[in-house]
């Protein structure tokens, strides 16, 4: 979120000034609902039934007309500037924007953001679409353009792989390929980043690297995640110590040096190159110990002079020339050609 937007007018005063067209009743149930009153937790359609002992049901209506003569009143009408400068700031933002961080650009108060939120309610111009199985609530002034953005946002989804990995700025540019009619004021990093944050099927690591919400590279779930993602951030093979230490620096989760080991040693994306360094399977090393290593090259490519052999197993490991040479030396995996060359026994 860009730095926190003043606003000029007092959203207290200002609902207090709607409210006091309503009946005592009608106000303490908006006081309850939306949380106004000096108890910011919002009460549920039940909880003031029983406290009035009436239905959920004649709550609700309640609410309901309540709302609906707040903005038939003269109050509302001479409210317009503070209703405006929301407007702008929505505007501002991007036009549509989720409501937890639309409320909290605006204060850090739960006093104040419970206000807030009943001027969107009860604001004409401001549309609310509820949270679904994609997308969190959030709030718009233009139809047009919210259609677009979910459209965008589920175009771009679709283009992603199950584990894909983009940095921000690759997400941002890959989202501002999928904006289509949109108008070029909108297109900016800081905008479609606050869009990206809409979905609940795309979502950011603790890394801030992006990709798919239900993705362990996304929300890593145990020790063995972060291990992945750390290692592949470090982009070669690293000691698993040095491993542990990152885990708890980057996600501030405890990792133990011999856990992170143990976590290493039992996942296939990671393969042991050296002494306690690791590689990640991905990247193409081989796996096993030594004398497998050997065994894989010389079935893939024959009979090979020893400096051939060193060469080769160096790209795959991170070992003295002798371990390879003892390695060769047993007769039971290798022998020597009548060329010098050694092949599997």
């Known amino acids: 979120m860009s730095e926190k937007t003043t606003i000029t007018f007092k959203p207290k005063q200002v ?13 303490d149930v908006i006081n309850g609902r939306f949380g106004l009153g000096a108890d910011t937790k919002r009460m549920t359609l039940e909880a003031i039934g029983k406290k009035y002992k009436i239905t959920r049901e004649r709550v609700r209506q309640i609410e309901s007309y309540s709302i609906i003569n ?11 500037p503070a209703f405006d400068e929301i407007k702008n700031i929505m505007v501002e933002l991007g036009t549509m924007v989720s409501e937890e961080s639309f409320l909290k650009h605006i204060s850090k108060d739960k006093s104040t953001q419970n206000h807030i939120h009943f001027m969107l309610v009860v604001g004409e111009e401001f549309i609310k679409e509820k949270e679904d199985d994609e997308f969190k609530h959030r709030w718009h002034v233009d139809r047009e353009l919210s259609k677009k953005i979910h459209e965008s946002l589920r175009k771009l989804y679709s283009t992603l792989s199950d584990d894909e ?24 990093e800081e905008i479609a980043k606050r869009w ?24 890593a779930k145990g020790m063995r995640d972060y291990a992945y993602l750390v290692i592949r951030r470090h982009g070669s093979p ?66 090979l002079p020893k400096d051939k052999i060193i060469e080769k197993v160096m790209k795959e490991r991170y070992v003295k020339e002798n371990t390879i040479m003892v390695n060769l030396q047993n007769p039971k995996y290798f022998k020597k050609t009548k060329e010098g060359k050694y092949a599997v026994a």
């Open 165 to 188: 990995i983009l940095l921000e700025s690759d997400m941002v540019a890959k989202f501002l390929e999928n904006l289509k009619d949109v108008s070029d004021k909108y297109k900016t």
């Open 15 to 27: 609902v207090k000034r709607m409210l006091s067209v309503l009946s005592a009743r009608a106000q």
């Open 196 to 219: 990206l944050t809409l979905s609940k099927l795309i979502d950011k690591n603790p890394l801030g690297e992006w990709g798919k919400s239900r993705s362990s590279n996304i929300n």
């Open 238 to 303: 690293i000691h698993f110590r040095e491993v542990a230490k990152l885990i708890t620096e980057l996600f501030s989760k405890k990792a133990h040096v011999a856990t992170t080991h143990n976590e290493l040693i039992k996942d296939p994306r990671f393969v042991l190159v050296g002494r306690g360094l690791y590689a990640l399977t991905e990247w193409g090393y081989m796996s096993g110990v030594v004398k497998d290593v050997i065994k894989e090259i010389l079935e893939k490519n024959g009979p």
């Open 70 to 80: 707040i903005r038939k009143s003269k109050e509302y009408a001479k409210e317009k």
